[in-house]
């Protein structure tokens, strides 16, 4: 009888074992149990896989990253531009990041990036998580360099990123029906390039006022591209401009000297522009008897006026210290500078003064002081341009300015080789009238 009491009991034991078994799993997955799944060889063959590929410094992976972030961090990506107005705080809010980890940011940020000086369109990308913690952020100086933060630990890693630049070598030739600006835009030139070739003549040619239709232009320079795009134009190579009297030269060198030089090594730079403004006509020129257009008296007039719309930005012709920003009764709104070797420039008439305008401040030659206007004693827009030299005034449009340093006596046999290339290749090229690449 036991014997069958101990035989059921052990039937009864065993089915309850099985029964547990199919309804809660296998017991080893209850227990830690050490198991060999790779042997050395294939971790070995499986590392480089499972590492985390990072980009190099020189590639920009917004694209990539924007598929992992969500992925693998849930982190929200915001794109945009700084618009006018924008402060680093309002564009972190619009970012969707925490108020304590905005803060933080801005605290790290600072020292790597002036939020005073980032300009309307530039553009930006955050990376930021769920709870408004801030993980990367890129900002665009420009096409050619971006900004890189990146959140390690509980600081941050900022570096500057330079993208790779091609430069293509272009020619534009033409001769002028018209205008210059309007020959070149209409030969597929911007307006870069415009004044760029007219900053490199603007000490001897007034193309205002002194180019006749039928001058011939020429010009080698660079275009710049990144990723295969248009970015804009790089430096101007050589350049000439035929009108009826000679052939103007300009060429760039960089050597014991750098610059831009004429055809003798001569200093393209003069110590002053010809003219305080871009592309206008002069509507009244220096006399010693002018019938005042608004008092109708006979006087002179010791400056030279310019005719532009409101609003044309005007440059110092020269290096120099401002002696007076503000306005001066008949003469409206002025700007003075002082320039070296008895030199002073005025310009009158100002609508309004350019940031930083007050008498001290220094100004670099070509640096925009003002505005064209008709404050004072004036029948319209326009510049009167004055200039005296030695304490008397002296016809801006026909005084002769002293050019800069010549090219170095060490680089003149290099300089001379290099402008015997350049004055074959421009003086050979066609008037076609259109930019052209030369790709090598």
């Known amino acids: 009888m036991n014997f069958f009491i101990r035989r059921k009991n052990l039937i009864i034991n065993i089915v309850a074992f099985t029964l547990a078994f199919f309804i809660v799993g296998r017991p080893d997955r209850h227990f830690t149990v050490a198991r060999t799944i790779f042997d050395d060889v294939a971790l070995a063959s499986l590392a480089p896989i499972s590492m985390p590929t990072c980009a190099g410094a020189e590639e920009d992976i917004s694209a990539r990253m924007d598929t992992g972030a969500k992925r693998y961090l849930k982190a929200m990506v915001t794109k945009g531009e700084v618009r006018g107005g924008d402060t680093m705080d309002i564009i972190l809010r619009r970012a969707g990041a925490s108020t304590q980890r905005a803060q933080a940011f801005l605290g790290a940020v600072r020292p790597n990036i002036d939020p005073r000086q980032m300009k309307v369109g530039n553009q930006y990308t955050f990376w930021t998580a769920p709870d408004g913690e801030i993980l990367r952020f890129e900002y665009k100086k420009g096409p050619t360099e971006f900004i890189r933060a990146d959140l390690t630990g509980q600081s941050w890693k900022f ?16 001769s002028l029906e018209g205008s210059l600006w309007n020959s070149f835009i209409e030969a597929g030139a911007d307006p870069d390039l415009i004044m760029g070739f ?17 001058d011939e232009f020429r ?23 035929k009108d009826r009297e000679e052939t103007h030269w300009a060429f760039y060198f960089g050597g014991a000297t750098s610059g831009y030089y004429d055809i003798k090594g001569n200093n393209i730079r003069k110590s002053f522009l010809r003219s305080p403004l871009d592309f206008t006509r ?33 440059k110092s012709v020269a290096d120099g210290t401002v002696t007076m920003a503000g306005y001066n ?35 670099s030659q070509g640096q925009v002081i003002g ?58 090229m066609p008037l076609t009238g259109k930019v052209a690449e030369v790709r090598k």
């Open 219 to 241: 010009v080698v320079y660079e275009r710049l591209y990144v990723n295969g795009k248009f970015i804009g134009n790089g430096k101007i190579k050589a350049a000439s401009y």
């Open 329 to 363: 009764g008949a003469a409206g709104k002025m700007v003075t500078v002082r320039h070296s070797m008895g030199y002073e420039s005025s310009y009158l008439h100002l609508s309004g003064f350019a940031g930083g305008m007050r008498s001290g401040a220094r100004v």
């Open 159 to 174: 570096r500057k990123i330079s993208v790779p630049i091609e430069r293509v070598e272009a020619t534009l030739s033409g």
């Open 282 to 314: 002069v509507t009244s020129n220096f006399s010693y008897s002018r019938r005042h257009p608004v008092t109708n008296q006979v006087k002179a007039h010791l400056g030279v006026d310019f005719g532009a719309p409101s609003g044309t930005p005007v």
């Open 198 to 214: 007219t900053d490199l003549f603007a000490w001897d040619i007034d193309f205002a006022h002194e180019s006749q239709p039928g």
């Open 371 to 428: 505005y064209v206007g008709s404050t004072g004693l004036s029948t319209g827009p326009h510049l009167d341009y004055r200039l005296k030299v030695g304490g008397s005034y002296v016809n801006p449009l026909r005084h002769k300015y002293e050019p800069g340093p010549p090219i170095a006596s060490s680089d003149r046999p290099a300089f001379e080789a290099l402008t015997k290339d350049w004055m074959a290749s421009l003086s050979k």
